[in-house]
C-alpha cells in the first residue's frame, strides 16, 4: 500500500523543496530549537528533555523519508540503466 501512495507523489516537487534553502532553514531551526531547549532545561525536567528528543527525532525521520522519496527517482532511472 506504501508503494501504490509513494508513486502518486511527485519525486521532483520533493526534491525542490529539500534543495530550498528557506526550508532548509526552517528545519534546521526548528532542530535547534528543541536542542536549546533541551540543553537549558533544568535538571528535573527530564520529561522536558524526552519530548524534545522526540520531536529531534522526528523531524530527522521526516525529513529521512523525503530524501528516500526524492532519490527514488534516481534510483529508478539506474535500475534500468544497468
Known amino acids: 500500500m506504501l508503494y501504490l ?3 502518486m507523489i511527485n519525486t ?3 526534491g525542490h523543496i529539500l ?3 528557506s526550508f532548509k532553514e526552517a528545519m534546521n531551526e ?3 530549537m528543541h536542542i536549546d ?3 537549558n532545561s533544568d535538571v528535573d525536567e527530564d520529561k ?3 519530548i524534545c528528543y522526540m520531536r529531534i527525532t522526528t523531524i530527522n525521520e521526516i525529513m529521512a523519508h523525503l530524501e528516500s522519496i526524492a532519490a527514488k527517482k534516481k534510483i529508478d ?3 534500468w540503466n544497468i
Open 37 to 39: 531547549m533541551i540543553v
Open 48 to 50: 522536558a528533555r524526552e
Open 30 to 32: 526548528l532542530k535547534q
Open 19 to 21: 534543495n530550498d534553502d
Open 12 to 14: 521532483d516537487a520533493i
Open 5 to 7: 501512495t509513494t508513486n
Open 77 to 79: 532511472d539506474k535500475r
